[in-house]
């Protein structure tokens, strides 16, 4: 069964290497499930949150205004599996074919996904395999209210989110 997922914000976490790497986190099913990203992904989806246009076209304007322009539309995305660690996502998508719609499903990493879902605002939807493998019970990641928003709020910092630090699992710690 899927559930739907807000972004609840954008944090770091501390991998097994001590290194800082960003994560966007959603809330999904009263947890949270934190997704490791790369820097250009958070600013992308931050962007998106945050309605706010960049100077030039990012991968994911462009990839929205060509499938408007050929007729499609984003529906819903969907992080729906996870092995080793990695997590899988899907964008659902339709277009119109003489007044009948075509639907597609296109593979897509769950930063890209989140990214688009943030543009077009649609629904981003987790399995409950995903959540039962890698959501975390909202004490253990303690997110400030700079990083706790709901989508479309203005984005209080334009580094990657800022919270207090959480010991509670032994492989990564938010903050």
């Known amino acids: 069964m899927n559930h739907e997922a807000e972004v609840a914000g954008i ?14 986190v959603l809330r999904v099913r009263e947890e949270f499930l934190p997704i ?6 958070v600013r992308s989806i931050r962007g998106a949150l945050a309605g706010e246009p960049f100077e030039r076209p990012l991968t994911h304007d462009l990839l929205v205004d060509m499938m408007t ?28 074919e003489d007044g009948e719609p075509r639907r597609f499903v296109f593979d897509a990493r769950p930063s890209d996904a989140i990214a688009l879902a943030g543009r077009v605002e649609c629904p981003i939807e987790v399995s409950d395999e995903v959540v039962d493998a890698a959501g975390q019970p909202p004490e253990a990641i303690e997110l400030d209210d700079s990083a706790v928003r709901n989508p479309g709020d203005p984005d209080p910092d334009p580094d990657p989110g800022r919270s207090g630090s959480s010991d509670t699992d032994d492989e990564y710690r938010y903050r």
């Open 11 to 24: 944090g770091v976490g501390v991998g097994p290497d001590g290194e800082e790497v960003p994560a966007v």
């Open 36 to 41: 490791f990203v790369t820097a250009d992904q």
């Open 69 to 96: 322009e050929f007729g499609g539309a984003v529906d819903s995305v969907r992080i729906d599996d996870i092995a080793d660690g990695t997590f899988y996502g899907k964008v659902d998508a339709e277009r119109y």
